[in-house]
């Protein structure tokens, strides 16, 4: 059981650049969330989704687009790439928020020159 | 918005007790506590919801006072493990909708 898988890892990105971060998870979760962490901030929420073909906006969605096709993926896209992006990038779902907690994935960390 | 955590941060000693805040400019319906240590992801310690009561986890235990809007979490004699960034998390009226998070709240326990 793998749980909520991100990849890649670590990213350098130069400016005006795009690129996706993926976020699969393995437990027929339908609620799905991707958050940047920026030090002092704490995790600020960009998108969120509620199931497949569902997506909202968070807090800090500007810059960022997200689709959900199926259940098990939530890629989030950076439509071209800003210095202001560096942050680590957390991906979490959760069977029922209202029930249970949400599994983070190990995150990715993302630095744009 | 953000729920407003307190303290910034907290040091310890092997074995003492220490409460954490989480407080909220709207109507709390649920808040999640997670800890995360430094350089892992967050992990989920436990949700309190509406017209609930305080629930507890090892020696962490947490409230929920709803017309305060605030959750507190408590960690009574605190063992070096307990070291890490707390947050609260809470969410909206709706079954659906994604956690906001708190700044968090650094605890260091030491020996």
């Known amino acids: 059981n793998a749980g909520v898988t991100q990849t890649p890892k670590f990213q350098v990105l130069k400016t005006g650049q795009s690129m996706t971060l993926q976020c699969a998870q393995d437990m027929n979760h339908e609620y799905m969330s991707w958050y940047r962490q920026d030090p002092g901030m704490g995790l600020r929420l960009i998108h969120y989704?509620?199931?497949?073909?569902?997506?909202d906006q968070g807090e800090v969605p500007n810059g960022y687009n997200v689709s959900r096709s199926t259940t098990e993926d939530f890629p989030l896209r950076l439509l071209s790439a800003a210095p202001s992006q560096t942050s680590v990038y957390f991906c979490a779902s959760s069977y029922s928020p209202g029930v249970g907690g949400y599994t983070f994935g190990s995150g990715t960390r993302l630095t744009v020159v | 918005q953000q729920p407003v955590q307190s303290p910034q941060a907290v040091i310890l000693r092997e074995g003492e007790d220490a409460v954490i805040n989480c407080s909220s400019s709207k109507a709390l319906y649920s808040v999640h506590w997670y800890r995360q240590k430094h350089g892992e992801a967050p992990v989920f310690l436990m949700i309190l919801l509406k017209g609930g009561e305080q629930k507890g986890h090892e020696k962490i235990s947490a409230s929920f006072n709803e017309k305060k809007q605030q959750s507190s979490l408590y960690l009574t004699a605190s063992q070096l493990s307990y070291s890490g960034t707390y947050f609260c998390g809470t969410g909206g009226p709706q079954a659906g909708t994604a956690l906001i998070f708190g700044k968090g709240t650094t605890l260091s326990v030491s020996s």
């Open positions: 989704s509620v199931g497949a073909g569902i997506t």
